[in-house]
């Protein structure tokens, strides 16, 4: 790092033992203490805000989809159960992450294991969602598509399913559906998102203009969300991995 207002190599060499003792005294303290404590009022604000920014819960799925219930769009990857820990490199490197449990404790020790991860806009949410004082989402029965185009892009939510944490989006053409009377035969679908455990997924490669096309979310076991109790849906072919 440049020495700030060094005017010569020469008043560089004369304090070149204090940056030395300096460097190695903060570089490891900043390793370890990355992320930034936030109350419930700030992690709010910023989540009203929007932006890039995922809200990554850490108590365990009974808890997420329990009486509580979870903060909007919120990702559930528990820590107890060592879920994260496992699997936290589905979350993008470049995002603002909030880490919330249900006290505290839970999202620190994420955000530290996150800290040493390579995440650099970690942030704890203290006192967890016995401090949140707004809006709650609730895990139903079957995921339920939210879909909104600011641009050329589709930006894809879902709200979490009760009884499971990963999920396959498929993407087909309408054109391809077939009613054969006990299933839809979905035709040929591309797979956008695999066994994934996020509830959200930007589609910048759509179809052709004048084609009109469908999302589906297939819970893992073997499910389809939104009105899937009526017929079994079946594609014709799709690169998803069977549940």
Same mark, same amino acid.
């Given at each position: ?31 370890? @203490? ?31 989809? =329990? ?12 820590? @107890? ?46 006192? =967890? ?46 054109? @391809? ?44 076991? =073997? ?21």
């Amino acid at each position: 790092m440049p020495y700030p207002g060094a005017r010569s190599s020469v008043a560089v060499r004369r304090v070149s033992t204090y940056l030395v003792l300096i460097s190695a005294l903060a570089v490891p303290v900043t390793a370890l @203490n990355a992320h930034i404590d936030i109350t419930a009022s700030e992690a709010h604000d910023m989540v009203v805000a929007g932006g890039d920014l995922i809200v990554l819960d850490v108590r365990e799925y009974s808890e997420f989809c =329990g009486m509580t219930s979870h903060i909007e769009d919120a990702v559930s990857l528990p820590w @107890n159960s060592g879920v994260l820990q496992a699997r936290s490199s589905v979350l993008p490197l470049d995002r603002t992450i909030i880490v919330v449990c249900a006290s505290g404790s839970r999202s620190h020790q994420a955000s530290s294991f996150l800290d040493s991860s390579g995440y650099t806009q970690v942030y704890d949410m203290g006192g =967890g969602m016995g401090a949140w004082r707004w809006e709650v989402e609730r895990c139903d029965a079957e995921p339920v598509l939210r879909l909104h185009r600011p641009s050329s892009e589709v930006k894809i939510n879902w709200t979490p399913a009760s009884g499971t944490q990963d999920y396959d989006l498929l993407r087909g053409l309408i054109e @391809n559906l077939v009613d054969q009377g006990s299933f839809v035969d979905l035709g040929i679908t591309e797979c956008l998102a695999d066994d994934t455990p996020l509830t959200y997924r930007t589609d910048s490669d759509t179809p052709f203009p004048g084609s009109p096309y469908f999302y589906l979310v297939r819970q893992r076991d =073997g499910s389809w969300g939104q009105s899937s109790g009526r017929q079994d849906r079946v594609p014709g072919s799709s690169d998803c991995g069977s549940p």
